[in-house]
């Protein structure tokens, strides 16, 4: 559905944690090939981080990018599916880190992968009516993946935040439009109280990833009447390197669209901060009069659809990295380390 009273992207900042894990070390360990289907290197988080954490670290990015003032922010919405606790919300800890008023609406998103689109849409749809002057949407999630599974060449962590506000000269970019594509279609769950989730591997592609993403793309653009030639840029949700490219492709989109947001091969699927993450690559390269297209994917199954229009380009520094400093920033760890950060090995 089109914005009725344009709203758009007035800050942005992302994370990334230090810490990386090379898919071949997995390989190593277990035996088993075909890592190029899924990742060269995943981001792991240490063992004082945690989507909390992450989600603070962006968001404090997101208010140095902006300039706009914690106390002006009305709502705040993080998307994660690995929340550190069961019963407590992490949008009040993120407020009460960044100085946000306590007269705030904040609440925790739930869509496996598409949670932070989930958020996004949200404050969209706030910052429209009038209800509040700037909404914070974060995606972000320490992913979680069985050990041998084929989950663990992908799964990782990072997220980003997005400051929403009405459309006015500090826009860096407007909302033209979103779309959402839903089915009851089982290819990924966890049941309470399981560590880690399980998937149906033939459900995976076809039926769900592509049909979503599609759907929700196609919906999208039939409303706005805009083709894939109008779009500077496409951002897809990037379970693995191969998906992306090839649900672009089949949209219609060349290459050269898809590769700035493409951050799949260099961390992995940091599952709701995934399409976040890659917009922000993309917000850095862009100018204005760029149009970008973007699609989430959530297992269960669901996507977001977002059609942008950059105004103009992004200033950044310290302390709001860009998102190539943070992807250069790294340490590389083995996998008996990777282990106890991630909780698999108990100290």
Request: proline share 6%; hydrophobic share 40%.
């Amino acid at each position: 559905m089109k914005v009725k009273n344009p709203v758009g992207i007035v800050g942005y900042g992302a994370y990334i944690p230090v810490f990386r894990l090379k898919a071949s070390e997995v390989a190593r360990l277990w035996g088993r090939d075909g890592v190029e289907a899924k990742a060269s290197e995943i981001a792991v988080a240490s063992l004082d981080e945690d989507a909390v954490t992450m989600a603070t670290e962006a968001a404090k990015y997101a208010i140095a990018s902006s300039g706009v003032n914690p106390a002006e922010i009305g709502a705040i919405y993080v998307g994660s599916e690995s929340k550190p606790y069961a019963v407590k919300p992490c949008g009040t800890i993120v407020a009460a880190a960044i100085g946000a008023p306590p007269d705030i609406l904040t609440a925790d998103m739930e869509f496996a992968c598409k949670a932070g689109t989930e958020a996004l849409q949200a404050c969209i749809g706030l910052v429209s009516s009038g209800m509040v002057k700037y909404g914070m949407a974060i995606g972000v999630d320490t992913a979680q993946g069985p050990p041998s599974d084929d989950l663990e060449y992908a799964a990782s962590c990072g997220g980003a935040a997005y400051i929403i506000g009405p459309a006015s000269e500090e826009a860096i970019a407007l909302v033209e439009a979103s779309a959402s594509y839903v089915t009851d279609t089982p290819d990924f769950w966890r049941r309470a109280e399981q560590y880690y989730p399980r998937h149906a591997e033939r459900f995976t592609g076809e039926p769900s990833y592509f049909k979503h993403i599609v759907s929700a793309a196609q919906a999208l653009m039939e409303e706005l009447g805009t083709t894939p030639k109008d779009y500077r840029y496409a951002v897809f949700h990037q379970p693995n390197v191969k998906f992306p490219l090839k649900v672009g492709f089949m949209l219609g989109f060349e290459e050269g669209q898809l590769k700035p947001g493409y951050l799949a091969p260099y961390v992995g699927n940091t599952y709701a901060g995934n399409c976040l993450l890659g917009l922000a690559a993309v917000l850095e390269a862009a100018n204005p009069g760029d149009r970008i297209l973007v699609v989430s994917y959530g297992s269960g199954a669901g996507s977001d659809a977002f059609s942008l229009l950059v105004k103009r380009t992004p200033t950044r520094g310290n302390p709001a990295p860009l998102v190539s400093q943070l992807l250069n920033r790294k340490k590389y760890v083995d996998y008996a380390l990777y282990a106890k950060f991630r909780g698999k090995i108990k100290i």
